[in-house]
Nanobody, 125 residues
Framework: QVQLVESGGGLVQAGDSLRLSCAASGRSFSSYRMGWFRQAPGKEREFVAAINWSVGNTFYSNSVKGRFTISRDNTKNTVYLQMNGLKPEDTADYYC??????????????????WGQGTQVTVSS
């Protein structure tokens, strides 16, 4: 049974940093793509970043490129999202997701098969 457990969210001020973690378990993720999505209150869920576990190539939304970094630790089966220069508009629930069969549609929610429960990030101005 695949499980994705996020942690690391919290309340920070604008300009601060946070690192989110996603602990993955239940199978080998070496062929998966792992993604981070977020959903702000009253808004639709949106793509943030993704990484192909085996190769390590990464993808980012334009809104976070240059500020956020996605990475993975093979030994810990964990994916990270390092968030620097946080802005109030980054406030959202952040979700980790896993895609069994990666395609070019890395930003498409329906491509992902497994989801975590989310962790809340609040950025005050």
């Amino acid at each position: 049974q695949v499980q994705l457990v996020e942690s690391g969210g919290g309340l920070v001020q604008a300009g601060d940093s946070l690192r989110l973690s996603c602990a993955a378990s239940g199978r080998s993720f070496s062929s998966y793509r792992m993604g981070w999505f977020r959903q702000a209150p009253g808004k639709e869920r949106e793509f943030v970043a993704a990484i192909n576990w085996s190769v390590g190539n990464t993808f980012y939304s334009n809104s976070v490129k240059g500020r956020f970094t996605i990475s993975r630790d093979n030994t810990k089966n964990t994916v990270y999202l390092q968030m620097n220069g946080l802005k109030p508009e980054d406030t959202a629930d952040y979700y980790c997701a896993a895609d069994r069969q990666p395609s070019p549609r890395y930003a498409t929610i329906s491509e992902y098969d497994y989801w975590g429960q989310g962790t809340q990030v609040t950025v005050s101005s």
